[in-house]
């Protein structure tokens, strides 16, 4: 059996249950381990730590698949785990047309996220499972977790959106098709908080819709009836269509993707919701806040859900200030008692900072600032106490004096 040995005291944090085991914390490698292949993970003392997957190319040179030393990785091993993450989201997520079925280390499958989309077109529709692998481990194990997903679901239909560029530090290719059944519909339709959006499942973001944002976007549709609402970096309009489905006076959204705003349009159509109540900027953001505000139009509620601005360490400082600008015009976009919904989904930066960013932002805008609620994703996307890098999605509810 392969086997990777850690050097002395780099034990601990897998004795915590933290999935990872980083390349400098390896004394030696037995055996010739493929991309991919089941590993034996052992203390200096050789000790049984966990059974994990071998990633050669990757800083993180092994993820953890199991701590239990009588678990062999095999078929069954993943037939049992996709079927408990299947369970346990049906458990907790209902009434709802778009459901992350699996989240990487938060399930016990570091590096798979599976989405599923139910499709609310007509009664013929079907669902579609969307995958990212973004690991060599659940890579090599393709077949096996495609077959337990369709097994588990009921579902035939698979598509591939491992179109991220984190595969290349496994080495792995960016890749997209279809895995399983028929390709996905050119017009899937799905259903959240009683409003329907278009997912591009093929070239959307992510898996083709922020899943993550749904209790989010039910609180916006909660707030926003007779309010003036402005909706930045809106995609596919989803916060945009929760507001107008809440009763908005008026929304005004903002986002440089034409497509995605081709799409929000068509959701609003879809929802027939009265187009004269919605506008849409195809601009850049940060130009167009400062626009708004210096052309003296405010609003009720204003949502800022940016793109990750750090994509890693090193860009910390420069997307603290790309954070802190948005939300300081953002603030001073708000009439009083207005509300702001501001996020950040950047791993790099932590929920204290981020309010330390928006802190300041208060300040220089010489406003009030309350927090009235932290924000979080849905109880879709789980984080294991033991692996606190799963946060990325943290946000804040404000509203100013
Ligand atoms: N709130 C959305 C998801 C936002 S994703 C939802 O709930 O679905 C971030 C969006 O920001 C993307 O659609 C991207 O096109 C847009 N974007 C990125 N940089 C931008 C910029 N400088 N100005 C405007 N939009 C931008």
Redesign the pocket.
Known sequence: MNTVTLKPSKEKSLLRRHPWVYANAIDRVDGKPAVGATVIVRAHDGRFLARAAYSPHSQIRARVWSFDENEPIDHAFFKRRVQRAVAHRRAMVRDTGAVRLIFGEADGLPGLIVDQYDAANDANAHSQLVCQFMAAGVEAWKEAIVAALIAATGCPDVYERSDVSIREKEGLEQTTGVLAGDPPADTLVTIENGVRYHVDVRNG?KTG??ID?RDN?ALVQAFAGERDVL?????????SLAALKGGAKRVVS????GE?LALAQQNVATNGFDAARATWLD????K?LRRLYDDGERFDLV?L???KFAPSREHVDRAARAYKDINLTGLKLLRPGGLLFT?SCSGAIDAELFQKIVAGAAADARVDARILKRLGAGVDHPLLTAFPEGEYLKGLLLQIA
């Open positions: 973001h819709f922020y944002q976007r909706n930045c970096f809106c995609y596919t309009g989803g916060f903002i986002d440089s993707s995605a601009a850049d953001a940060f167009t949502v859900d940016p793109p996020y």
